[in-house]
């Protein structure tokens, strides 16, 4: 086969399981079922060809001898007695015979003859000379009258309502491969379910292990490693913590020991670095607890309430920012886990920004959009995803102003993939940066 050819085949075969079990599937038994219709056909129809042959030889043969004892005056109104469904017997001759005949029809005629007896003539004739549409058959009586045998209808070998039988076969093929394949791939739409969800639910509740032994297999390979998972993410958190705590102590002293520092400019950088430090701690355990801190506690949460008391917060505290959105919308969520991502957000746009607004969509009924937007420099596009990446900055200065320690984004994704949302940041037509989160009502 062509590498075109192989190209051709790979792009028509389907790139599903489900599809690719379900065609072949379905074609083994679209072969089998032929193969067995075509057998019943050799094995009943063939014999019922001759079975049919024989026996209108005979009822013909009863029929021009029954026609040959009356009287000549009588036979017209043996006529209708002598009719069948398929075929009637005209007192008449004429019509055109036709040629060549089949090798199959001459020895049709010719046991035909042979049931008449001798002194008959049989021929096939066409009873429309002009269009040779109508078949039918001259028999010659012994006096030499002739009978014209008329078919009615086409003699039929099947039924008429095979093919529609056939079909309807055909419809429960299709439908139970559909059931079966559904049903031998359910298991793994279960797992894909719970690989997917894994990343944000390291506790989620373990696969059922039932099922074929392959799929109890995987099922259980799958629960040992969401337990080993688990594990080491509970571990990485202990271990982060007691850094954490065993930073704290340092640090505090380093920062009493700089008060006693007799330049000021030198103390200051020093308290500077150390606040640095304490924040890089406390934001990088954040970061490592960030979705087992949320848990199963979630709640309907005012949304109006959670930010306008964020926003009151932060104008107490002297920081320009505006707020707009309707009253009255709720969502189940974790108002901490979410109250923190609004406050890095709010923070990322009061840092590098200003004209900072937080506003609230819920116009439409299965999703709500919290925006985050201000009118600062924004972020080159190629970063806009990178940005999400922890200790990952834009700016590659480390000045107090504007460095950060890059964590802030990192840690706000993290808890939006926890409670099922997403957020995507943008820049804004004149200038600024939208960050803008979604949530499923």
Same mark, same amino acid.
């Given at each position: 086969?062509?590498?075109?050819?192989? &190209?051709?085949?790979?792009?028509?075969?389907?790139?599903?399981?489900?599809?690719?079990?379900?065609?072949?599937?379905?074609?083994?038994?679209?072969?089998?079922?032929?193969?067995?219709?075509?057998? %019943?056909?050799?094995?009943?129809?063939?014999?019922?060809?001759?079975?049919?042959?024989?026996?209108?030889?005979?009822?013909?043969? *009863?029929?021009?001898?029954?026609?040959? &004892?009356?009287?000549?005056?009588?036979?017209?109104?043996?006529?209708?007695?002598?009719?069948?469904?398929?075929? #009637?017997?005209?007192?008449?001759?004429?019509?055109? +015979?036709?040629?060549?005949?089949?090798?199959?029809?001459?020895?049709?005629?010719?046991?035909?003859?042979?049931?008449?007896?001798?002194?008959?003539? %049989?021929?096939?004739?066409?009873?429309?000379?002009?269009?040779?549409?109508?078949?039918?058959?001259?028999?010659?009586?012994?006096? $030499?009258?002739? %009978? *014209?045998?008329?078919?009615? @209808?086409?003699?039929?070998?099947?039924?008429?309502?095979?093919?529609?039988?056939?079909?309807?076969?055909? =419809?429960?093929?299709?439908?139970?491969?559909?059931?079966? @394949?559904?049903?031998?791939?359910? !298991?793994?739409?279960?797992?894909?379910?719970?690989?997917?969800?894994?990343?944000?639910?390291?506790?989620?509740?373990?696969? !059922?292990?039932?099922?074929?032994?392959?799929? +109890?297999?995987?099922?259980?390979?799958?629960?040992?490693?969401? #337990?080993?998972?688990?594990?080491? +993410?509970?571990?990485?958190?202990?271990?982060?913590?007691?850094?954490?705590?065993?930073?704290?102590?340092?640090?505090?002293?380093?920062?009493?020991?700089?008060?006693?520092?007799?330049?000021?400019? +030198?103390?200051?950088?020093?308290?500077?670095?150390?606040?640095?430090?304490?924040?890089?701690?406390?934001?990088?355990?954040?970061?490592?607890?960030?979705?087992?801190?949320? $848990?199963?506690?979630? =709640?309907?949460?005012?949304?109006?309430?959670?930010?306008?008391?964020?926003?009151?917060?932060?104008?107490?505290?002297?920081?320009?920012?505006?707020?707009?959105?309707?009253?009255?919308?709720?969502?189940?969520?974790?108002?901490?886990?979410?109250?923190?991502?609004?406050?890095?957000?709010?923070?990322?746009?009061?840092?590098? $920004?200003?004209?900072?607004?937080?506003?609230?969509?819920?116009?439409?009924?299965?999703?709500?959009?919290? *925006?985050?937007?201000?009118?600062?420099?924004?972020?080159?596009?190629?970063?806009?995803?990178? %940005?999400?990446?922890?200790?990952? &900055?834009?700016?590659?200065?480390?000045?107090?102003?504007?460095?950060?320690?890059?964590?802030?984004?990192?840690?706000?994704?993290?808890?939006?993939?926890?409670?099922?949302?997403?957020?995507?940041?943008?820049?804004?037509?004149?200038? $600024?940066?939208?960050? #803008?989160?979604?949530?499923?009502?």
């Amino acid at each position: 086969m062509s590498a075109h050819l192989r &190209r051709m085949a790979a792009r028509l075969w389907p790139d599903s399981l489900f599809r690719r079990l379900a065609i072949i599937l379905f074609a083994g038994l679209l072969a089998a079922h032929l193969l067995s219709f075509g057998l %019943v056909a050799l094995n009943v129809f063939g014999p019922s060809v001759e079975q049919s042959d024989d026996y209108f030889m005979r009822s013909v043969a *009863t029929e021009v001898a029954i026609l040959e &004892r009356v009287k000549p005056e009588e036979r017209r109104e043996w006529l209708d007695r002598l009719a069948k469904p398929a075929y #009637r017997h005209v007192l008449k001759g004429g019509g055109e +015979a036709y040629a060549p005949l089949r090798p199959q029809g001459k020895v049709f005629l010719a046991a035909l003859k042979a049931e008449l007896g001798a002194g008959h003539d %049989v021929d096939y004739v066409y009873l429309d000379p002009l269009d040779r549409s109508k078949r039918g058959m001259l028999i010659h009586l012994k006096d $030499g009258s002739p %009978v *014209t045998i008329e078919y009615r @209808v086409p003699r039929r070998v099947s039924s008429p309502w095979l093919p529609a039988a056939l079909a309807v076969q055909l =419809c429960f093929l299709a439908f139970f491969t559909w059931v079966a @394949v559904k049903l031998a791939t359910r !298991p793994l739409a279960r797992l894909e379910r719970a690989a997917n969800s894994l990343g944000s639910d390291l506790r989620g509740a373990p696969l !059922p292990e039932d099922g074929p032994k392959e799929v +109890a297999r995987a099922a259980t390979a799958f629960n040992a490693m969401q #337990r080993r998972i688990a594990e080491q +993410a509970v571990e990485r958190i202990q271990i982060l913590a007691g850094i954490s705590r065993r930073l704290q102590t340092p640090i505090t002293r380093m920062r009493l020991r700089a008060d006693f520092l007799g330049d000021n400019d +030198a103390r200051e950088k020093l308290q500077g670095d150390l606040q640095e430090m304490q924040t890089l701690v406390k934001q990088g355990l954040a970061l490592a607890r960030g979705r087992d801190e949320i $848990g199963k506690q979630q =709640c309907q949460t005012d949304l109006h309430a959670l930010i306008d008391s964020l926003v009151c917060d932060y104008s107490d505290a002297g920081e320009s920012l505006r707020f707009s959105g309707e009253r009255g919308v709720t969502i189940l969520t974790h108002p901490q886990a979410l109250r923190r991502i609004m406050i890095n957000l709010i923070d990322n746009g009061l840092k590098f $920004g200003e004209d900072v607004e937080v506003a609230v969509d819920a116009q439409r009924s299965s999703r709500i959009t919290i *925006t985050v937007s201000d009118r600062g420099p924004g972020i080159p596009d190629e970063h806009l995803k990178s %940005v999400f990446l922890p200790f990952y &900055r834009v700016e590659a200065s480390r000045n107090r102003e504007t460095g950060g320690t890059g964590l802030g984004l990192a840690i706000a994704q993290q808890l939006v993939n926890a409670l099922r949302g997403t957020l995507t940041l943008a820049n804004r037509d004149g200038g $600024g940066l939208e960050a #803008r989160l979604e949530f499923s009502r």
